[in-house]
């Protein structure tokens, strides 16, 4: 059996679970703190899903960019992939990981043109090796729209856990990219899905992201080793 058949279903029953469990909990969240954005999430898949349930919930305005928005039905507004990028102050890339760099350069790049571009895809093949072994999709996304500022960040554990990190004990997140204010816009982020300030690692550059998606080797394995993804990674000195 190949392993994305092994894995693929344990990853999506895992958003699964948690969009029910979201659906069911009471919608009292403190907006103290909270930078009200406009966030553009690219894909509608469960990580998509998750996402903008996730950051819905905690204050933001969300809408959904697909390739075909018309057949799509889903609680948020799911727009053309050019109309979602224009009206977010922060986008985030949540497509398929191998067809990422297609997507949203067929957006065009001066569309990004001073964007904040959350990466959270992981690109692989469908034989989950890695579809750029010696890059990675955010210094790919970075080169080709050389206006954005892409931050990797969010793909190195299930989506179950970036949006609720409470359910396991303290653990780490990263982030990479070239503007320190879009990391730090990043951080808020994070910041609004539960992570406490001190579990994000900033790892330098975009040149960094390469780091955390040769991680899903090993995050793939893990994932097989524990039967489950509810799982993470902690950096500890
Ligand atoms: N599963 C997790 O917990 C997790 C955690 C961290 C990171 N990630 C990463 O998050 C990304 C999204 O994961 P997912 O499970 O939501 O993926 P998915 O369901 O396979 O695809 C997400 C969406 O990508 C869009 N898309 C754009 N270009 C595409 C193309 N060429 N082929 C197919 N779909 C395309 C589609 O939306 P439209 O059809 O509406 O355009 C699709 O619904 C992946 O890169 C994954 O590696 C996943």
């Known amino acids: ?12 029953s895992a958003n699964q679970l948690y969009l029910e469990s979201k659906r069911t909990k009471s ?5 103290e703190r909270l930078q009200i954005m406009f966030i553009g999430i690219l894909g509608t898949g469960q990580v998509a899903q998750t996402l903008a349930r996730a950051l819905s ?29 224009a009206t977010a102050d922060v986008v985030i ?14 957006i065009g790049a001066d569309a990004f043109a001073g964007k904040i571009v959350l990466d959270v895809a992981n690109a692989n093949t469908p034989a989950f090796d890695l579809l ?32 609720d990190p409470s359910a396991l004990g303290p653990s780490s997140v990263f982030v990479s990219g070239e503007d ?36 899903f080797l090993l995050f793939a394995a893990l994932m097989q080793a524990k039967r489950s993804p509810m799982f993470n990674i902690q950096v500890t000195q």
């Open 57 to 85: 919930d905690a204050g933001h305005q969300i809408s959904l960019g697909s390739r075909d928005p018309q057949s799509k039905t889903f609680e948020f507004p799911v727009l053309p992939l050019a109309e979602a990028v």
């Open 93 to 106: 890339n949540a497509t398929l990981g191998s067809g990422s760099l297609e997507t949203l350069t067929s």
């Open 27 to 31: 919608s009292a969240y403190t907006l």
């Open 180 to 215: 320190a204010g879009a990391k730090a816009i990043a951080t808020s982020i994070l910041t609004d899905l539960g992570w406490p300030a001190d579990s994000v690692v900033d790892l330098g550059d975009i040149r960094s992201a390469r780091g955390v998606e040769h991680y």
């Open 132 to 163: 750029y072994p010696n890059s990675s999709l955010g210094e790919q996304l970075q080169a080709a729209l050389p206006g954005a500022k892409i931050v990797k960040t969010m793909n190195t554990a299930s989506m179950a856990v970036i949006t």
């Open 1 to 12: 059996m190949q392993l994305r058949h092994v894995l693929l279903p344990l990853a999506r």
